[in-house]
């Protein structure tokens, strides 16, 4: 699997206490460590035609809209990049939550993954392996999420919702076997890059993975860019693209 180091679109909002909805959650136990929240959120389910552009042809649509309701990712190992190390060294990682376990997003609102502690540092960057369920180390989350698995083929992601024409709803659901090593950098809550997020002891901090569906279904992953149909099969592979883009991790 290729490391992509990105920072556009996975945003982990720095709340800092993080639980998520499937495995073991591994903290760091240390007196002079801050306490961090670790959370998911849908950032829109409207996804929305962009406006014209050359070459769009919006014309062949046929829907006014697309809305999400639900988005399930599999990851692992979330941990934070220190950077005492260069981005290719681990020396210095600190382990917010191990897996297998799911990013789950919704319209619900925001769904808190899990609480750990972390030493006091400094980490510029945020890691987490997207990947694949085995059918049979990861038996009991595919029970919980059956879309994530079809006859011996397992899926990283699952999306549902529903497509919008004259009023009238159309549902429909698309999957990704689609398995990266992601390394992003942090965001703030007006979505600038920060170089790097500081900890300190006996503070409290929240990382909000928050996903966001228009960057999946607009090609090249722009929100400018032209919409397309998902349930058109011609367009997996700019979808299996474009989620690597679609997450991002913001510190508030």
């Known amino acids: ?109 925001t769904h808190v993954v899990s609480n750990s502690t972390i030493p006091a540092g400094t980490y510029d960057r945020i890691k987490f392996e997207f990947h694949k369920p085995d059918k049979n180390a990861d038996a009991a989350i595919l029970a919980q999420y059956p879309e994530l698995q079809n006859g011996g083929q397992t899926y990283s992601v699952w999306i549902f919702g529903y497509t919008v024409q004259n009023g009238v709803r159309s549902s429909f659901s698309v999957v990704s076997n689609r398995s990266e090593n992601l390394m992003l950098r942090f965001e703030d809550k007006n979505f600038n890059d920060r170089d790097n997020i500081v900890l300190t002891s006996n503070t409290a901090a929240t990382l909000l993975f928050e ?21 058109n099969t011609g367009h997996q592979g700019d979808i299996d693209n474009n989620l690597l883009v679609a997450i991002r991790v913001v510190e508030f």
Not at 76 to 99: C, R
Request: net charge negative; aromatic share 8%.
């Open 211 to 231: 996903f966001d569906p228009r960057i999946v279904f607009h090609l090249g992953g722009l929100l400018n860019g032209s919409l397309f149909d998902p349930r």
């Open 1 to 109: 699997m290729n490391t992509i180091q990105k920072s556009f679109t996975l945003f982990a909002i720095l709340l800092v206490s993080l639980p998520f909805w499937n495995g073991c959650s591994t903290s760091t136990s240390t007196s002079n460590g801050s306490s961090v929240t670790m959370q998911t959120q849908l950032a829109t389910s409207d996804v929305d035609r962009a406006i014209p552009v050359k070459g769009a042809q919006v014309s062949t649509l046929g829907f006014d809209t697309i809305v999400i309701t639900n988005a399930v990712v599999f990851v692992s190992d979330v941990k934070l990049h220190s950077d005492a190390d260069d981005s290719n060294a681990d020396t210095h990682d600190q382990t917010i939550k191990t897996g297998p376990f799911l990013l789950v997003f919704d319209s619900s609102g």
